[in-house]
């Protein structure tokens, strides 16, 4: 079975950037989609960004242009880039293979103004 670890989240500064790891155990992980997702105090959660098992990606609206989703299969991570954050980007963030039941434990970004 799949397990996902969340890495990277921490405290920044409004216009500042994080990088978040979501790294993989078990075989398999070059055949699955993964997503980011966040979710935000008294929010539901939301699609960030995704990426397929060739390589093309989506964004929410509202992370087009700031954020980007890349992959190592070599090393059984998906990552997300954050750049210019914005306190409205203050969430936990979550790793997710696919559609499936299989997330991590989120790690926790806050973006002071």
Known sequence: ???LVESGGGLVQAGGSLRL????SGSGFSSFAMGWYRQAPGKQRELVASINIGGSTGYADSV???FTISRDNAKNTVYLQMNKLKPEDTAVYYCRVGRSATWGQGTQVTVSS
């Open 1 to 3: 079975q799949v397990q």
């Open 21 to 24: 790891s979501c790294a993989a």
């Open 64 to 66: 087009k242009g700031r």
